[in-house]
């Protein structure tokens, strides 16, 4: 099985963060703080301020998991599957994927997709293993992406048709270069400043200079969009869309979403038109889909004029 190759480098990235503080996170961590039993497992996973100890990354990972921690999750279901300080348990590993998988992890996502499809720890199900592709491949997970090229059309529901480009967020980010996470955004982004926030939220949300965390990336979100954030409202409509970080909520997603359009987001406008296309969160009118994708094609955003081109040529 063609697990995620990324467990071990994604550790040695976390750990890189925060290797030295072992005792803040031993501290936070005995206080029962979700973020700090999860850096302490890594602590103790790769021997940093500590002795090395599989069981004890394990233990910190388990209490981290319990909480709700969507990257514990993840962590522990992959000690599972390899039988790293716990005997090795593929169902086990697919139920903490699971797990992770419902808060939107798209790697978990992958990973249960997978085991559907070789039937590891589950039944044999190919188009729940399609479900779960799609889940990933959705949130630009490129494995998954390239996992669902890879299927056969009896594999895909009868009635699946192929979805527009606008509904591949992995290209969006493209157009938006938000500032580096440091010490310096954090304290900008808690003195209130929108920006701040919402690159805050950005950081969080791809765990790009700090662990991956979907409900703070939600909170920083939240923040900058009530301020009026268009690009933080488009970000917050997307995890809304997927249930990334919140619980899923599509018409909540459109709720952001129309008041990202109302600032003249682009983006805002290209998953506006997905919306009415899909009918996610309003009723299904491709007219009224057409209408927001040629609005924001014309601002020049790509991935609104390739889903035209590909109307185009249905």
């Known amino acids: 099985m063609k697990l995620i190759a990324l467990f071990l480098l994604v550790g040695i990235l976390a750990v890189s963060g925060w290797a030295d503080d072992y005792s803040a996170d031993l501290v936070k961590a005995q206080a029962g703080d979700p973020m700090g039993q999860y850096n302490l497992g890594w602590c103790y996973y790769y021997g940093k301020g500590v002795n090395q100890d599989y069981k004890e990354a394990v233990k910190w990972w388990t209490k981290s998991a319990e909480q709700g921690h969507a990257m514990a999750q993840y962590t522990l279901g992959m000690?599972?599957?390899?039988?790293?300080?716990?005997?090795?348990?593929?169902?086990?590993?697919?139920?903490?994927?699971?797990?992770?998988?419902?808060?939107?992890?798209?790697?978990?996502?992958?990973?249960?997709?997978?085991?559907?499809?070789?039937?590891?720890?589950?039944?044999?199900?190919?188009?729940?293993?399609?479900?779960?592709?799609?889940?990933?491949a959705e949130q630009g997970y490129k494995p998954a992406q390239e996992e669902l090229k890879k299927q056969k059309p009896s594999a895909w529901a009868q009635d699946a048709k192929p979805e527009p480009l606008c509904t591949d967020v992995s290209i969006w980010a493209e157009d938006y270069k938000p500032?580096?996470?440091?010490?310096?955004?954090?304290?900008?982004?808690e003195a209130g400043g929108e920006r701040a926030q919402c690159d805050l939220g950005y950081s969080y949300l791809n765990g790009t200079g700090v662990t991956k965390d979907y409900k703070e990336a939600?909170?920083?979100?939240?923040?900058?969009?009530d301020q009026g954030s268009a690009e933080a409202q488009v970000s917050l409509?997307?995890?809304?869309?997927?249930?990334?970080?919140?619980?899923?909520?599509?018409?909540?997603?459109?709720?952001?979403?129309?008041?990202?359009v109302k600032n003249g987001n682009a983006k805002a406008?290209?998953?506006?038109?997905?919306?009415?296309?899909?009918?996610?969160?309003?009723?299904?009118?491709?007219?009224?889909?057409?209408?927001?994708?040629?609005?924001?094609?014309?601002?020049?955003?790509?991935?609104?004029?390739?889903t035209l081109e590909y109307l185009k040529s249905k």
């Open 79 to 136: 000690c599972y599957y390899e039988g790293k300080g716990v005997a090795k348990d593929i169902k086990e590993a697919v139920h903490w994927w699971t797990k992770s998988a419902e808060k939107g992890n798209n790697e978990a996502q992958y990973n249960i997709g997978l085991c559907y499809f070789n039937g590891e720890g589950v039944a044999k199900d190919e188009k729940k293993a399609v479900s779960w592709y799609m889940k990933s």
């Open 179 to 189: 500032e580096p996470y440091s010490a310096e955004l954090v304290k900008r982004a």
């Open 218 to 225: 939600v909170k920083w979100y939240t923040k900058s969009a």
């Open 237 to 260: 409509s997307l995890c809304y869309s997927f249930g990334a970080g919140v619980a899923k909520d599509e018409k909540e997603a459109v709720k952001w979403c129309t008041k990202s």
């Open 269 to 306: 406008q290209c998953l506006l038109g997905t919306c009415y296309y899909l009918g996610k969160g309003v009723t299904k009118n491709e007219k009224e889909a057409v209408k927001w994708w040629t609005k924001s094609a014309k601002q020049g955003f790509e991935p609104a004029k390739k």
